[in-house]
């Protein structure tokens, strides 16, 4: 974590203040923990895993509520017709390339027969964004010891962004992507949350890209820094996964889960018919024990809710902007490189612009 | 209530025991009311509302779980974005015929501002099933005052079925339908719940028609009782409403709501393209006041709520088959005549296929 | 409309560029009508209705594709249930005030019946936002004779902005807010295809409120434009109308609808609690009519439909603008005051991000 | 085949005609192929994958239109959150058991690479149910051989029922219960079209179990057919597959999918907790050729569309309950037995109940 994040340079997003880590692991009990696959033999691989326990220890016993919402769909996401059903996330999960979904998803189910969690089956949830400019994604370089070894390094504390884990090849607004996080707090219902995102950024048009309302992509143009592909219909995703120990039932949280759209759109996305921009919001503020016939939950007040909206709204939207200030250059599959957002051009732009002095 | 319902007739369908009422009012605080409209000048009116409390005098003040789910979406329920975004069902609410949703709807909020309900705007529930065959829709004969008058007409005890109130004029199955209860006690969680179903019932082709498994509709033809119109594309629809007193968070009041389907599956409705079978379950196993920012709540495991669901079904196939039971013949616009199903041949059909002594 | 648009200010937003009379009219059929009610006695009103055919005179007879979205649903638009059942929209609907859904939605029934439609029933769309804060709602002032009256005065052609029809009495962004409009043309799939958009707009919060990326609303803070009010829990809401020429199935036009959640956030809306955003967008771009067995109709291919995803989220953008900008400062109930945003004040603001010369 | 089906024992179910097979493939260019995995060593296997092509050999170069239901979400079926926003599926795709979803997957991503699809990502439908009481779900027996296997396998023609693909371990209604298929030839909209159903069954309460409204589960009670297992919350899923060469869009495909619901009721499936009741159907009437960028596809009128909704029903069911009575006694993990729907039995239920001679 050489690289400094959005704020180290000076540049602040949003209204609310962040939370210690600035981070999704600002929220207790969250742990995230990064495998990265990077290889030139026998194939070019730029890719990795992420893995979030959303409830510590006991993320398997103590379900926590969980929604999500697809802003749009050309992704993948498994487990989530369950969590649509149930309103539960009971199980740590995992982020990887498209093309690694199955074989990640599959290895949580391994994880959990192996640490005997006494469940019959498991619906895993793991969701995807495609990496194959830089990696290549049809050598299928992703294996279950990767998700183990991710699932396994889960950690509290400050989160490493940038080129790791699942986001180690991937592309934002034609700059250098990956996994980036964020967090704000608020008081609210004569109580203190935090809200925290994390995000694994593949998306997006240079042109679009914003900088608290600067037009940055305008101004570092492909004159200045090159875009990688020439394209004419961008692909590329986001997935943005919220956090909160905030009392949210699983109504609520899938309200949370659809304010990531107002970050992602701050920043410049507009859910490109390419890019699958799906979003998965989970609440801490209760924990349903497994075996519990009937649960004693708390519900936060609707009209008490829009605090958190603005929290998920300004989360997403730096976590996107820490994931791209913190990814470095890279150059993989194919000779491929994608070039990393210049700091100093980004301070230059934010300076014309009258936001740094 | 002159006339049987259905197990006075001997025949028991579903497997479950119903409450003391086998109406929707046996979960506590449930009220219905009805206001029949029925005149022959100036226009020809077969039509009505209905109303439902869903807590007792407290419905404003404290606040119910909901959620809806449509089966087919060819009607029209007011109020059900709100339900889907919250969860929360904070007034009465009312059934009546197609083309008086909007005048209804609008005395709802009239309704809550002559009774001081300190909101500042209201987004209230109406309903509706089209009752143009036998009433001079096009009259708009339905009134505010008639929507308070069902309003204020609400009782707990046992509901008046078939022509009544919304229910008046509508037609189910090619015989005379209308409104119809039902309920089911089950004991799960470690807990007895009750569920209660309340059914306006105008959908559906003779020949589907069954009555615990028994083709009633092939074994009572066109011959034997004529049907009321010559249709290509039968039309109709049917609104659910389920009520429960077991704790359901707004995501399994959703649940519920979509068991309705196969209540109404039972009985011969395969969601045909002109119905509306639009279903609403709401439960008073929790209550949210009014002003409370954060409020404690129970969940029943999801693990526990299969019996509901159950009884959901059940209650919805009763219901459906008291409204036929007790609907009468009724002749109303342009001499349109449509016949009751006759309970001798009824109980004939279910004594020939072994269900009846 | 003696007061300018956005545009008329020396203001560009967005990338793409607009239609002739950058309003939703550009879509060819598409017209807008208003009623605008504003009295004293017996009441206070400052309210009305706004009436949009999608289709020209053959609206009824000739259905366009149509879906919606709802990004935060505390608000009302009846008609929804048949629209994501069946995809069609196939006559004239309205917006108006919270508390004359009923009334309008009925009067479309009425005004279907007067001009002979041959369609046994109907399930109109109405929508609303609520302005209770300038107009006597609960007098009830909207009457069937308004909705009848902007039906009938709708136009192709410019559309009138800000105090008008059904966005009188509205308030956007803590300023005076209303009706606006926009549009923008992209070519896409080797043809030319128009996106308009119409808005009544009536949500959010001022400190978040942005032209361009430029943060206009904490420029203008209370000490130099009064709040109208001391709100905890900002209330309000928005309606977005999306038309497009474009040959978009159902399930396309849903998407649509989606993106103008992006257009929302570029501005500052953030889905509050207490806001209904809900979004209908319709398609020209095919016409069914009634009768016909098997329709053939167009589908653009989805990778050819991101330029219209950025229409459609830059006309919302620049709609919301134009309702703000037009809008005029208005007293009305209580004699509470709404000021309009001053232009001046706006263009300073403007340059001192360096936007305008 | 060995085992006759539901009407070789002279039952018939519903009131519309079979196709020629009474099978998925009676849609054209549908294909099924089965990879039966059965050892008991190293482990006891009783599973595998069973594959669908929608479209015959270029099912990948011309897309057909797709949507799908959840009636009960505990369950996977990879690719829906794509299906949900574009409703087309373009690929061949897989059933499996519930562990097995990402190997199956994956290999569904690799078999389109060994195909040289020319497409840069991949995200395939592949769903599931539990067998994991007849087999050694936790060893992880199915390879993406035996994927491939079942995709190369796939023919049209008859397809094989019962204990066989990825039914090959699957119980139903506490009989043996796996693959069934069915179809329905309807005209309408002046045409004739085919329906088709394939189940994999897995679902169900033995005291629920009809046939043609008879009771069968009651009168084939334990005391006949022993339970395999004394369940307090039974699981079990069941996945539908639906397919029609009508002309539906993706939004019709959605509520074609949905009418699986009633077909599944009929049988005595109510959406237990614990089931996956996940729903797809797909429609060869229209065919989206990659590249093309603005398609000319056709529309069945939704007021001619019952008759399809109808056969979806009805093919559902008739799916089921040949699954049920193709499928044998099987003994697996553990030594667990499930045993068979006794023909006889059936057929003396059937009678008893007035439907046999």
Redesign the interface.
């Given at each position: 974590m050489g690289r400094p994040r959005l704020r180290d340079l000076g540049i602040t997003v949003g209204?609310l203040p962040p939370g210690p880590l600035n981070a999704i692991t600002d929220v207790a009990g969250v742990r995230v923990g990064h495998a990265t696959v990077i290889h030139d033999t026998p194939s070019v691989a730029r890719t990795g895993v992420t893995a979030i326990w959303p409830g510590g220890d006991d993320s398997w016993e103590r379900a926590v509520f969980a929604g999500y919402h697809?802003?749009?769909?050309?992704?993948?996401?498994?487990?989530?017709?369950?969590i649509?059903?149930?309103?539960?996330l009971a199980s740590p999960f995992c982020i990887t390339n498209?093309?690694?979904?199955?074989?990640?998803?599959?290895?949580l189910?391994?994880y959990a027969?192996e640490h005997k969690v006494p469940m019959?089956?498991?619906?895993p949830v793991?969701a995807e964004t495609?990496d194959?400019w830089l990696s290549d994604?049809?050598s299928?370089p992703v294996t279950p010891a990767h998700a183990f070894a991710a699932l396994d390094a889960a950690a509290s504390g400050p989160v490493a962004e940038g080129n790791v884990g699942g986001g180690t090849g991937m592309i934002c607004h034609a700059f250098k992507g990956g996994i980036g996080t964020a967090s704000r707090v608020v008081k609210t219902?004569?109580?203190t949350f935090t809200v925290g995102a994390l995000v694994q950024a593949n998306y997006g048009d240079r042109?679009?890209f914003?900088v608290?309302?600067?037009?940055v992509g305008r101004e570092i143009g492909p004159d200045v820094v090159p875009h990688h592909r020439d394209l004419a219909?961008?692909?590329g995703s986001i997935i943005v996964i919220l956090a909160t120990d905030a009392?949210l039932?699983?109504?609520q949280c899938k309200?949370l889960a659809?304010?990531a759209?107002?970050g992602l759109?701050?920043v410049g996305?507009?859910?490109?018919?390419?890019s699958?921009d799906?979003f998965l919001a989970f609440a801490t503020g209760n924990r349903?024990a497994r075996g519990?016939?009937?649960?004693?939950?708390?519900?936060?007040?609707?009209?008490?809710?829009?605090p958190l909206?603005?929290a998920a709204?300004e989360a997403t939207e730096e976590a996107i902007l820490n994931a791209v200030v913190a990814a470095e250059t890279m150059t993989g599959f194919k000779g491929h490189s994608v070039h990393a957002l210049p700091h100093d051009r980004l301070c230059a732009a934010m300076r014309?612009?009258?936001?740094l002095k």
């Open positions: 209204q697809s802003f749009n769909g050309n992704g993948e996401m498994t487990g989530t017709i369950w649509e059903e149930q309103g539960l498209t093309h690694a979904v199955g074989v990640v998803r599959d290895a189910v391994a027969v019959e089956w498991h619906l793991t495609y194959g994604a049809e299928f219902a004569g109580e042109a679009l914003r608290d309302g600067v037009p219909t961008p692909g009392p039932l699983p109504i309200r659809r304010r759209t107002t759109a701050w996305g507009i859910g490109s018919n390419g699958g799906i349903v519990v016939k009937i649960a004693a939950v708390r519900m936060i007040a609707p009209d008490q809710i829009t909206f603005q709204a014309k612009y009258g936001r």
